[in-house]
């Protein structure tokens, strides 16, 4: 199990989270473990994150309920028999993990149906389930179709829970941060190995080393290639070629889960070409001065389209783009080479909290997503608030279809030197 804050922080935002709520069964599945090629072969477990930020417990096959109207908090879990003990070692009662996080109140996890069965009447509150043991489990406790269960997740418990983990308690950026140098230590460690010969393969397995060494891994799959225009690139099996640019965009998962997300690029060779050098400057201004923007009471928005069209300047002024600079951003002419938004909020998850709706976390009744391409990838455009944690990450590529095909369709041609 991984480091616990202490207990009062959990439970003073377990009491939080049922005051923003009012009333009614809150209901949290912490995940279990997942098979990867038989049963008791099981991918790297990894605790659900609303799990982590209420009752901050690590392990498998725990659940918990917090029964607002009746002041109760329980924990449901099975204690360890001689036969797991004997593979695993001697492990803490679920009694005794409850009370590390506050909570002291716990059953074995056959009586949850019963605790559901009682309180059948009330309203049970829980988040749309993203893993499909979570939905059938789900729909079994709640005598629903598996099919619809989805359908049954409460938008007043995702709201609530977005508006409080959104907000970073200077704890939690202490460990940000510390994801971070761990980060700082992967990547120059890749820098410090990169040469033309060795593959990429080689400098993920180096990466993967410190990412497991330090914290509990990749805090996303590493993405490092020298073909950075395709995005979620993950073949590595090719060496290093001279006059390339090699990209690396990783973060680590710290020992608390809390995650980290940067991305380098930089030449194979150590020595940039005028070319590559022209477009990783306008790279890095838009970087910087997208990082110099964000401030509480700026729309996330606002900073997306200055970064692309310092990204849409950068390129007119190479001859690439042409036209009006703002006309070009609002019609989304920019995204033939930026076709990603410009960030997203950063916590126990990468993309944080992506799995409670894109759409409420970084959106509102003020901020409605974009239907224009390229704009519409953007996960956050609502205003930053003191405490959030947001990523700044603009990027140039060339992807040689979909120039074929705006060239082909003449698409936003006022705006692009297709020749
Ligand atoms: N930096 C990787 C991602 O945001 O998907
Ligand atoms: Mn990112």
New binding site residues.
């Given amino acids: 199990m991984n480091p616990l804050f202490e207990k009062s922080v959990y439970v003073a935002r377990r009491e939080a989270l049922a005051r923003k709520m009012g009333s009614g069964l809150l209901l949290f599945l912490g995940n279990n473990d997942s098979p990867m090629n038989y049963p008791a072969n099981c991918y790297n477990f990894r605790q659900d994150s609303n799990f982590i930020y209420y009752f901050g417990l690590t392990a498998p096959s725990l659940a918990a309920i917090i029964d607002v109207d009746n002041n109760r908090t329980i924990l449901f879990g099975d204690d360890f028999t001689i036969d797991d003990i004997i593979w695993v070692g001697d492990q803490p009662s679920i009694s005794t993990l409850a009370a590390m996080v506050g909570v002291t109140e716990s059953m074995p996890m056959a009586k949850l149906q019963d605790y559901l069965d009682q309180n059948a009447s009330r309203k049970v509150h829980f988040t749309k389930p993203y893993r499909f043991d979570h939905q059938i489990t789900m729909a079994n406790l709640l005598k629903k179709n598996v099919n619809e269960i989805k359908n049954f997740a409460s938008i007043e418990l995702h709201k609530a829970i977005i508006s409080m983990r959104s907000i970073k308690e200077a704890r939690e950026i202490e460990e940000m941060e510390k994801a971070a140098d761990m980060a700082y230590n992967m990547h120059t460690t890749v820098m410090h190995n990169t040469k033309v010969g060795t593959t990429e393969h080689h400098l993920v397995g180096l990466a993967d080393g410190v990412a497991n060494g330090e914290g509990t891994g990749f805090s ?1 799959p590493i ?1 490092l290639t020298q073909h950075g225009e395709i995005f979620h690139n993950t073949d590595h099996n090719v060496a290093l070629q001279d006059g390339k640019l090699l990209l690396m ?1 990783a ?1 680590v998962e710290g020992l608390m889960n809390y995650c980290s ?1 940067k ?1 380098r690029t930089y030449p194979t060779n150590g020595k940039f070409t005028q070319k590559q050098k022209d477009i990783y400057e306008i790279v890095l201004k838009a970087n910087m001065e997208g990082i110099n923007l964000v401030k509480a009471g700026t729309p996330y928005r606002d900073i997306h389209f200055a970064a692309a069209e310092i990204v849409m300047q950068g390129l007119k002024d190479l001859g690439l783009m042409k036209g009006d600079v703002k006309e070009g951003v609002r019609l989304g002419a920019h995204a033939l080479f930026f076709p990603h938004g410009l960030g ?1 909020q950063l916590g126990l998850d ?2 944080d909290m992506e799995g409670l709706g894109e759409d409420y976390v970084g959106y509102n009744d003020e901020f409605k997503r974009s239907d224009i391409f390229g704009t519409c990838n953007l996960r956050m455009a609502r205003h930053l608030e003191p405490g959030m944690v947001m ?1 700044v ?1 603009p990027g140039i590529y060339f992807i040689p279809k979909l120039i074929e095909m705006w060239r082909a369709e003449g698409h936003l041609a006022d705006f692009v030197n297709f020749d």
């Fill in positions: 996303f993405i965009d973060g997300d991305t997203h990468v993309h990523t990450e």
